[in-house]
């Protein structure tokens, strides 16, 4: 049974930093063919993907709009995978969820698991 468990939103002022925290059970691979990421929706908007890293070599990649503000990470003797979110923007302000997908982890039709999502509010 595959679990993610995100965890790390809240409200923080425009300029601030957040860590978000992904916790993830029954899925482990060293393979490059899988990969998580971190995706936000706004109200009224489709879920977008901000990172991604690939369970292989630990590639990374960004979002143009995060791309320099945010860095996603992961501890593997954890499973746990992070998104640290620095300069943060009102624009950022969403809904983030983990996910856990296979070769085109930017893409919502690659996910295979989702976490529950963790609220971010910068204002």
């Known amino acids: 049974h595959v679990q993610l468990v995100e965890s790390g939103g809240g409200s923080v002022q425009p300029g601030g930093s957040l860590r978000l925290s992904c916790v993830i059970s029954g899925y482990t691979s060293t393979s490059n063919r899988y990969c998580v990421a971190w995706f936000r929706q706004d109200s009224g908007n489709r879920r977008e993907a901000v990172a991604r890293?690939?369970?292989?070599?630990?590639?990374?990649g960004y979002d143009g709009s995060v791309k320099g503000r945010f860095t996603i990470s992961r501890d593997n003797a954890e499973n746990t995978f992070y998104l640290q979110m620095n300069s943060l923007k009102p624009e950022d302000s969403a809904k983030y969820y983990c996910a856990a997908g296979q070769i085109r982890c930017g893409e919502t039709n690659y996910i295979d698991h989702w976490g529950q999502g963790t609220q971010v509010t910068v204002s």
């Open positions: 890293i690939y369970a292989g070599d630990g590639s990374t």
